[in-house]
């Protein structure tokens, strides 16, 4: 649902909302400003963040691996804001490209550079939910799989219609786009039971202990 207002997302909440991912992309303001529009602001992206934190919901952040113009300076400072913001889950994949767009001739994120910051984050915050992403998987035929060796412990099945997908496709060669949501589901399924895990289909909570 992206950026909106306080009292749009505490409407939400009383509705019986109580989880939010919404993505950072970088933490940076010079990073930011190199990869988004001019009419769009970081310090909103990081309010509307700590605005879901105050109102009560699971709250979760990320950046994308390897994006433009992207340094290790870059990569530290979202570390950095994901600690101060407290994250419940963590959505980072590595950047693919997209035609029709300024980024579309630019090579896609590393590989190995997102397994390791996964292995980073789970030893950060050892009780969030992060998903190992389609777009890992667009890059490495077994990119999901080797995301759940280093750390990740969500998947996702793109249970879309298919004839709706295109609207929500934000990078080339996605993959799954053309399996219906059930075929979607058991090819996912029989491909993590081949590396050894086990599915479950729950809300994914975990008590914390102190």
């Known amino acids: 649902m992206g950026e909106r207002s306080k009292g749009s997302y505490q409407a939400f909440f009383n509705a019986g909302t109580d989880r939010y991912l919404l993505r950072h992309e970088t933490a ?9 529009p001019e009419n769009m602001s970081l310090e909103n992206r990081k309010q509307c963040l700590f605005y879901l934190k105050e109102i009560g919901y699971q709250v979760g952040s ?11 300076e870059d990569v530290i400072e979202d570390l950095r804001f ?4 407290k994250s419940d889950m963590i959505g980072i994949g590595p950047f693919v490209p997209a035609k029709n767009t300024i980024f579309e001739k630019l090579k896609h994120g590393s590989l190995n550079i997102t397994l390791k910051l996964i292995a980073i984050l789970r030893l950060m915050f050892p009780y969030a939910l992060i998903p190992a992403t389609t777009a890992l998987g667009t890059i490495d035929p077994q990119g999901r799989e080797l995301g759940l060796k280093a750390g990740a412990n969500v998947v996702m099945p793109n249970l879309t219609p298919v004839e709706y997908r295109n609207l929500y496709s934000s990078y080339d060669n996605k993959i799954c786009t053309g399996e219906e949501a059930a075929k979607c589901k058991g090819c996912l399924e029989r491909r993590i039971t081949q590396a050894g895990y086990k599915i479950v289909t729950s809300r994914g909570d975990v008590k914390k202990v102190i």
């Open 28 to 36: 940076t303001e010079t990073h930011y400003r190199k990869i988004h």
């Open 62 to 72: 990320g950046f994308m691996v390897g994006s433009p113009y992207q340094t290790v």
């Open 82 to 85: 994901l600690q101060k913001l």
